[in-house]
C-alpha cells in the first residue's frame, strides 16, 4: 500500500529558531501534498495544498512567510517553520495525493512540534 | 462553506457494546466521506472511505454509512474491544476547489475492560 513517511517524528527547538518537517512518499509519486495542523483536542486544519514545481496555496490566515512550503519532487515536500514561537506548537500532518489533482491522499504519521 | 460536526464529542463504554459515532455535514456537494482512527500523538489510520456514490462500507467489525442527501454518516463498531480506543475523524472531500479534506472534531472514544 502507499506509505506517506515525515521526519522528524517530534522536535522542541528555541523560540525563534526555524524548523523543517519533511514529508515523503515511499513507493508513489505525490502530483498534489497537503499540509494539515492540529491543536490540542481541536480537529485537523488545512494550512496549505502544493503541486510539484509550482508555489504553494495557502488557506486563508495561515501566514505564508512564516510557513514556507517546498514541494521540489514528485516525492518530497518540506514545511519550514520560521522563526518559530510557542503558539506555533501543534502537530502537523502532510497528505501525499495522487491523480488529477490529488485526488486519492495518503496521511503521513504527523510531526509533533514543541517551541520552548 | 462545509461543516463536519462528530457527535458524541466522547464516549466511554464498556468492553462488548456496539456502538455508533456520528458525523453530519452541511453541503451534500461531497466527493467522498473518510472515517480515520487517531491514537494519542500518532497520526491517522484510514479506516473506511466511501464514495459520494455508496451508501456503505464495511471492513470486519466496522460498518459506515453515508446519507448524502441528509449530510449523514454513521460508523458502527461491533463488539468494541479496548484496543478500539483513540478518537475517530470523519473528513469530507467537497466536490469544489481543491481536493482538500474537511475533517470534524472527532469523538474520543474509551472502551473499558
Known amino acids: 500500500g502507499a506509505v506517506v513517511s515525515q521526519h522528524p517524528s517530534r522536535v522542541i527547538c528555541k523560540s525563534g529558531t526555524s524548523v523543517k518537517i519533511e514529508c515523503r512518499s515511499l513507493d508513489f509519486q505525490a502530483t498534489t501534498m497537503f499540509w494539515y495542523r492540529q491543536f490540542p483536542k481541536q480537529s485537523l486544519m488545512l494550512m496549505a495544498t502544493s503541486n510539484e514545481g509550482s508555489k504553494a496555496t495557502y488557506e486563508q490566515g495561515v501566514e505564508k512567510d512564516k510557513f514556507l512550503i517546498n514541494h521540489a519532487s514528485l516525492t518530497l515536500s518540506t514545511l519550514t517553520v520560521t522563526s518559530a514561537h510557542p503558539e506555533d506548537s501543534s502537530f502537523y500532518i502532510c497528505?501525499?495525493?495522487?491523480?488529477?489533482?490529488?485526488?486519492?491522499?495518503?496521511f503521513g504519521p504527523g510531526t509533533r512540534l514543541l517551541v520552548l | 462553506k462545509q461543516e463536519v460536526t462528530q457527535i458524541p464529542a466522547a464516549l466511554s463504554v464498556p468492553e462488548g457494546e456496539n456502538l455508533v459515532l456520528n458525523c453530519s455535514f452541511t453541503?451534500?456537494?461531497?466527493?467522498?466521506l473518510q472515517w480515520f482512527r487517531q491514537d494519542p500523538g500518532k497520526g491517522l489510520t484510514s479506516l473506511l472511505l466511501?464514495?459520494?456514490?455508496?451508501r456503505e462500507q464495511t471492513s470486519g467489525r466496522l460498518n459506515a454509512s453515508l446519507d448524502k442527501s441528509s449530510g449523514r454518516s454513521t460508523l458502527y463498531i461491533a463488539a468494541s474491544q479496548p484496543g478500539d480506543s483513540a478518537t475517530y475523524l470523519c473528513a469530507v472531500k467537497p466536490t469544489s476547489g481543491t481536493y482538500k479534506y474537511i475533517f470534524g472534531t472527532g469523538t474520543r472514544l474509551k472502551v473499558l475492560a
Open positions: 497528505s501525499a495525493g495522487t491523480g488529477w489533482d490529488g485526488e486519492t491522499q495518503y
Open positions: 466511501i464514495q459520494s456514490s455508496q
Open positions: 453541503d451534500s456537494a461531497i466527493y467522498n
